[in-house]
T-cell receptor, first 110, second 113 residues
Framework: EDQVTQSPEALRLQEGESSSLNCSYTVSGLRGLFWYRQDPGKGPEFLFTLYSAGEEKEKERLKATLTKKESFLHITAPKPEDSATYLCAVKAGGNTPLVFGKGTRLSVIA | DADVTQTPRNRITKTGKRIMLECSQTKGHDRMYWYRQDPGLGLRLIYYSFDVKDINKGEISDGYSVSRQAQAKFSLSLESAIPNQTALYFC????????????FGSGTQLSVL
């Protein structure tokens, strides 16, 4: 069974305090790993797709990396506007929908 | 205008009532999905449709039904609503020709009293 586990469940950072969110996965034939950002009461918004181990992608203060077992979302010098829930999802082989983790709720305090 | 539109945005109903949540999209995507989100439980897939003639159950389909009326429209029905169906519901779309990136609507907050 395909599974995605995100840690920590919640993370509180001071503005400027860099950190990383973790997404561990077990999937048969990874076809893609996705990161989404979700603001309270809104739908998730796409951030990144990673396809193979060693791949990295960046967007502003965010950088996503991928290994064969996990992905990290690194947040460099975060600002209060980075506060959100970050969701990880994996796409397995075959005609299967994405499997989501439960998310990490990030709070950045000024 | 939003590419994925959900109606209504909020709904309060009573136990036993039948209700329908609607989703329409202008993205031209072939695949559509219904998720529910509960605090601490993340996004859980209810039903998904890969084209107009294809409907599939997700992990929590009991108590729900769907209809894919057209490529652009996918509705979710609760035949007899119960309080534990109180949740935030999201519709999403994706394009099978691309990389399965999902695009979400703004959500429907449903409360069953």
């Amino acid at each position: 069974e395909d599974q995605v586990t995100q840690s920590p469940e919640a993370l509180r950072l001071q503005e400027g305090e860099s950190s990383s969110l973790n997404c561990s996965y077990t999937v048969s034939g990874l076809r893609g790993l996705f990161w989404y950002r979700q603001d309270p009461g809104k739908g998730p918004e796409f951030l990144f797709t990673l396809y193979s181990a060693g791949e990295e992608k960046e967007k502003e203060r965010l950088k996503a990396t991928l290994t064969k077992k996990e992905s990290f979302l690194h947040i460099t010098a975060p600002k209060p506007e980075d506060s959100a829930t970050y969701l990880c999802a994996v796409k397995a082989g075959g005609n299967t929908p994405l499997v989501f983790g439960k998310g990490t709720r990030l709070s950045v305090i000024a | 205008d939003a590419d994925v539109t959900q109606t209504p945005r909020n709904r309060i109903t009573k136990t036993g009532k039948r209700i329908m949540l609607e989703c329409s999209q202008t993205k031209g995507h072939d695949r559509m999905y219904w998720y529910r989100q509960d605090p601490g439980l993340g996004l859980r897939l209810i039903y998904y449709s890969f084209d107009v003639k294809d409907i599939n159950k997700g992990e929590i389909s009991d108590g729900y039904s769907v209809s894919r009326q057209a490529q652009a429209k996918f509705s979710l029905s609760l035949e007899s609503a119960i309080p534990n169906q109180t949740a935030l519901y999201f519709c999403a779309t994706s394009d099978s020709r691309q990389n399965e990136k999902l695009f979400f609507g703004s959500g429907t907050q449903l409360s069953v009293l």
